[in-house]
């Protein structure tokens, strides 16, 4: 890879403000735009515009790109910015990335002749995010909590990266973990590694005697069924992205506390995450060429 590129950092939260100065550290001509007034740091620009944006080897978009309805993603600004005038700017010949990648910005992008690579489908980034997110989840179980952690009955519902760092932070806590998983190597792996096991399709009538639930599952598998045997002091943490995994409409008429706990890494620890994300692009820009 080039030792100094020109890189555009367009929109984002703190994840994306840590990266721009890790970049630009690292000696590459680093400039911001709708990311709000990140430290000043020696090679690294706040630009009002986009002007000179077709100077750029890469472009970094935020996780997620979008904010909805066409709208880029970039809760550090005052402002609101149309995705489509933005990615109006961008050339095909530059190295144009972003996370979690929705259909609408792929045909914006397709539209233009551009391609948005995902950084968020990589693994190394996934397997980098999770420790951060299970960091978080106890964290926040730790302020919504009224026990401690040692002697806690949890359960982690999934048993992917997030679900396997989860549940073996708060083992070494002193918590007695079990794990709901739909694949039946997922629970082997579970239970040779000490936890206790139960398959996802089961949950219904099995969850009275838990202090804490934490679910990793993208998809709902906590619904009204399930939440009515889970006691009313069990706090649920859901960690899944969008649309999460809890029936959040039965849970509040149920009386019970969930946390929906989106983007963990950016809130908890947005330099580890930042470093994360820059470590990906490099990569990625190693194996495009640069």
């Known amino acids: 890879m080039k030792h100094e590129l020109n890189i555009w950092v367009v929109g984002g939260d703190l994840r994306q403000e840590k990266l721009a100065q890790l970049l630009a550290g690292d000696g590459h001509t680093v400039h911001t735009y709708a990311l709000g007034q990140p430290e000043p740091a020696a090679g690294l620009a706040v630009e009002a515009s986009l002007s000179h944006v077709d100077r750029a080897d890469c472009v970094i978009l935020p996780l997620t790109v979008s904010a909805g309805n066409g709208r880029l993603n970039a809760p550090l600004s005052p402002s609101e910015h149309p995705l489509a005038p933005i990615l109006d700017r961008f050339s095909p010949r530059q190295f144009v990335c972003g996370g979690r990648i929705d259909g609408e910005t792929e045909e914006l992008a397709r539209e233009r002749n551009l391609t948005i690579h995902d ?43 997030v679900g396997r760092f989860t549940a073996q932070r708060f083992q ?119």
Request: charged share 20%; with cysteine.
């Open 119 to 161: 950084y968020f489908a990589r693994e190394e980034l996934a397997v980098a995010n999770a420790v951060p997110t299970a960091e978080g989840a106890v964290q926040l179980a730790m302020e919504h909590l009224p026990i401690t952690i040692h002697g806690a009955k949890v359960l982690v519902v999934g048993f992917g990266r």
């Open 172 to 290: 070494a806590l002193g918590a007695r973990v079990s794990v709901a998983a739909r694949k039946y190597d997922q629970l082997a792996w579970a239970q040779a590694m000490g936890f206790g096991g139960e398959h996802l399709a089961h949950l219904k009538g099995w969850l009275c005697g838990y202090d804490l639930i934490i679910n990793t599952v993208p998809a709902q598998v906590l619904g009204r069924e399930e939440l009515e045997d889970v006691k009313p002091d069990c706090l649920i943490l859901d960690l899944a992205s969008k649309p999460g995994g809890v029936d959040l409409a039965a849970a509040g008429e149920l009386g019970l506390t969930v946390v929906w706990a989106l983007a963990l890494p950016g809130k908890v620890a947005p330099v580890t995450a930042g470093a994360a994300i820059k470590d990906t692009i490099y990569n990625m820009l190693r194996e495009a060429g640069f």
